[in-house]
């Protein structure tokens, strides 16, 4: 796994930084920071810092029974109704039946702020404030009353705290206080000793007990604790340390946070941050990109040159025509970074605000939302060298094939697990919500399943392949088994389902969602099916359910094309209601999925496009996460000026100050799945065949990425300069056969040793083997 490549790192710190000259007036423009499970944002505020703070187990509410076991008596009758165009009828009994009691669960909720309030002067001069994504440190400073103020802060996964170091260019000069707030929802807070300050509560009666703690290690001053505050007084420099936990993963919160705080105070600053670098470089450095229009060259792109302040470049990038691919370069790693940031081993996965969230009602609970959103946080995970950040998904997918038995049974009377639109912190799996348009939908846990199948391509690892991703998987395909239902034509159809979340109208001129057979399903269990065919054959194992899966699959609707020359996005050729709708769910097919693959079906792949072009004609695209799709989509169909102006769509419309993705509001697929469409554009590894260059853009006619993944095994790095590829480097983890395509020939392909590799070649395709590693360049 994740062989690492860091020649180019050392020369780009520039360009991997976010940059302020001034404090962040509202929360997204505040820099994030975090450990996975810990995280807080930083607004750099001369007199006041305020650090927002969050615990990704910090949600409202305890784990409920409420699958509707009314579902199961009504099933048939709903399907009935379905048949005979009677969707209305089917929808308001589906509502009734099959929703969960209650309805909805309790939101993610901050964990509170670290308030800071300075004695200082309230103005300053020469203030910076800045985020380095290669080293997870973010720093303010700026001179008051003649004194040079320092802080670095930084989330460190290492020694689970948030660390926070004052300085000050003069002995003595440090003077604050420091409290936390959880405004209106106060935990209770206790000083302890005079240098620690502890804050615990409840979130509602059967909710988890959360626990925080802030440690100080004062030199050359004195702190006290008063009342709700610590009070630091005449210090040169002052360490904080901030930890935080709760119920969900111990009996003892406090206990646990007070040990973790006085394990990381009772370190010198230098070891928590050298300890906290080196394990954040471990991720970040494997991957470099520098991306360049043609009048420069990417060398010149490595320059260590100073850029203007992030928010300023956005503004600039937004007003002109003349571009920046260097912003672009830098929103890929900042994906990069927040996936590290919100998802480590052990923690839950990214929600839909990764872990930053300052509201007590965030929209959509900041929840887990599986018909896109949660899926599409982890599409950088493993092209971006990152597969351990991976892994939180598939610990969540395995707790929601605990739970999706019982919902199976319960609801379906089926076999396997079944996960549909919505979870929360405990993975609950039942039917959430009261608004029809989206939530009648089975494919969640099907869709999330198939996460641990692409770790699996990517990595090769057959002892994952067996205990962990071939279970869920099995149990997955093992409920649409029985959940399928023939159409007329003898089709194996979903119903009731629906396709997220666009309306249609039926043959009898009657509007709904509800329905029977939307593609989308169709092609997530035709991946799904195959995902398990294959994982079944490498495992030598379950022949009977594999002619089975075998025989369902082959009777699944297949990408059809209609009146439009569109795919079709129900298994009949419906009008739809809103035919510039944000999701594109019946493109599953062409991304992620591989079913419509374009270079070798022209007429689908044309037939993708012109679904793409007519979403966009009526307004498409609107969301930060439905154009980050898009981006994947033209990417998919080779398209690098139409996936290039997507990425800009993005940057323009739908990106914070901070970068953050905005729905709006922020929701932070968007810097996920914009990321994963810059690799896309520059590599891509699906249907066995690696593509280098695949999509790439005019704007970015020279170029180095170092690191990407493939699948297959390999690590990928590319070269090009006036929009061709000068070298490919494929690093295999444990020799492999590899196939490389690029749009041009005759490639030669050498060894480490600079001997030429014996190719097949045939249809611009080269197979070859690779024992360890081969350069490929255009001959
Ligand atoms: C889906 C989308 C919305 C939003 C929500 C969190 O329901 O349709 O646009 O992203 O998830």
């Excluded at 009677?86 to 509170?112: C, D, I, K, W």
């Excluded at 887990?368 to 599409?379: A, E, V």
């Amino acid at each position: 796994m994740g062989k690492s490549t860091t020649a180019a790192n050392t020369t780009t710190a520039n360009m991997n930084r976010l940059l302020e000259e001034r404090p962040a007036g509202t929360w997204t423009e505040a820099f994030p920071l975090g450990n996975g499970r810990l995280g807080g944002m930083v607004f750099g505020g001369i007199q006041t810092e305020r650090l927002q703070l969050n615990e990704d187990s910090v949600w409202y509410g305890g784990p409920r029974e409420r699958d509707n076991p009314a579902a199961i008596e009504q099933l048939g009758a709903i399907r009935r109704l379905l048949r005979e165009g009677r969707v209305q009828e089917a929808e308001r009994l589906a509502l009734v039946s099959m929703t969960n009691a209650p309805h909805y669960f309790g939101p993610y909720q901050p964990l509170g702020d670290l308030v800071l309030r300075f004695d200082h002067a309230a103005t300053a001069t020469d203030y910076r404030r800045e985020l380095e994504l290669a080293t997870g440190v973010a720093t303010v400073e700026y001179v008051a009353g003649g004194v040079r103020y320092r802080r670095e802060l930084f989330a460190s996964a290492v020694d689970h705290a948030l660390v926070v170091r004052l300085t000050a260019s003069e002995p003595g000069a440090l003077s604050f206080t420091a409290r936390f707030n959880r405004r209106p929802f106060e935990g209770e807070i206790e000083g302890v000793g005079g240098r620690v300050l502890t804050m615990r509560g409840q979130c509602g009666p059967d909710g988890v007990r959360y626990a925080a703690v802030l440690q100080a290690v004062v030199e050359g001053g004195r702190s006290e604790t008063i009342g709700n505050f610590m009070s630091v007084t005449g210090a040169s420099a002052v360490t904080l340390v901030v930890a935080a936990q709760t119920s969900f993963r111990c009996e003892d919160p406090m206990a646990e946070a007070e040990r973790q705080a006085e394990a990381a105070a009772g370190q010198p600053f230098e070891r928590l941050k050298a300890a906290h670098e080196r394990d954040h470089r471990a991720l970040f450095d494997r991957v470099s990109l520098q991306l360049a229009p043609a009048a420069d060259s990417a060398q010149s792109a490595t320059q260590d040159k100073e850029q203007p302040p992030t928010s300023q470049r956005l503004k600039q990038y937004r007003e002109s025509d003349e571009g920046d691919p260097g912003l672009e370069a830098l929103f890929f790693q900042y994906g990069r970074y927040l996936l590290m940031a919100s998802s480590r081993p052990g923690s839950l996965p990214a929600n839909l605000q990764g872990i930053w969230n300052e509201s007590f009602t965030p929209p959509w609970e900041s929840d887990f939302h599986l018909n896109i959103n949660l899926q599409m946080n982890y599409w950088i995970a493993e092209v971006g060298n990152l597969a351990e950040c991976h892994e939180p998904l598939f610990d969540f997918v395995e707790r929601l094939a605990a739970n999706g038995r019982s919902t199976a049974q319960t609801m379906y009377g089926a076999r396997g697990f079944v996960a549909h639109l919505l979870s929360n912190v405990w993975a609950e799996t039942g039917l959430f919500g009261a608004v029809p348009t989206s939530i009648f939908w089975p494919m969640g846990g099907a869709w999330t399943a198939l996460h641990l199948w692409e770790h699996y391509r990517y990595n090769r690892n057959e002892a994952f392949l067996r205990d962990r991703a071939y279970p869920v998987l099995r149990e997955a395909a093992l409920f649409f088994l029985d959940y399928l239902i023939e159409d007329e034509d003898g089709r194996l159809i979903t119903s009731p389902s629906l396709s997220p979340e666009n309306k249609y109208v039926s043959t009898s001129g009657q509007i709904s969602v509800i329905c029977a057979g939307p593609s989308m399903d169709a092609q997530i269990l035709y991946a799904l099916f195959g995902a398990c065919i294959e994982a079944a054959e490498q495992l030598k194992t379950d022949e009977p359910l594999r002619l089975e899966w075998a025989s369902a699959r082959s009777r699944l609707p297949q990408p059809q094309i209609g009146r439009h020359g569109h795919i079709m996005e129900w298994a009949v050729d419906y009008e739809e209601v809103d035919p510039g709708h944000r999701h594109i769910s019946h493109l599953f097919a062409l991304h992620p999925g591989e079913q419509i693959a374009s270079h070798r079906m022209p007429e689908l792949g044309q037939a993708a496009r012109r679904t793409l072009e007519r979403r966009l004609a009526h307004g498409g695209g609107h969301t930060g996460w439905s154009q980050a799709w898009i981006a994947n989509f033209w990417a998919r169909l080779g398209d690098g000026a139409h996936a290039h102006a997507s990425l800009q769509t993005l940057l323009r419309k739908a990106v914070h100050p901070n970068l953050f993705g905005d729905h709006p509001p922020f929701q932070i697929d968007a810097n996920f799945g914009g990321a994963a469409a810059i690799a896309e554009m520059l590599l891509q590894s699906h249907l066995e065949e690696l593509r280098f260059l695949p999509a790439l853009p005019p704007a970015w006619s020279a170029g180095v990425v170092r690191g990407l993944r493939a699948r297959g095994g390999f690590t990928v790095d590319l070269d090009w300069a006036d929009g061709k590829l000068a070298h490919a480097r494929l690093t295999a983890d444990a020799g492999g056969r590899a196939c490389a395509v690029y749009s041009e020939a005759p490639l030669d392909i050498r060894d480490a040793r600079g001997e030429a590799v014996p190719a097949e070649y045939g249809g611009n395709r080269y197979t070859f083997f690779v024992a360890d590693s081969v350069v490929i360049r255009l001959l």
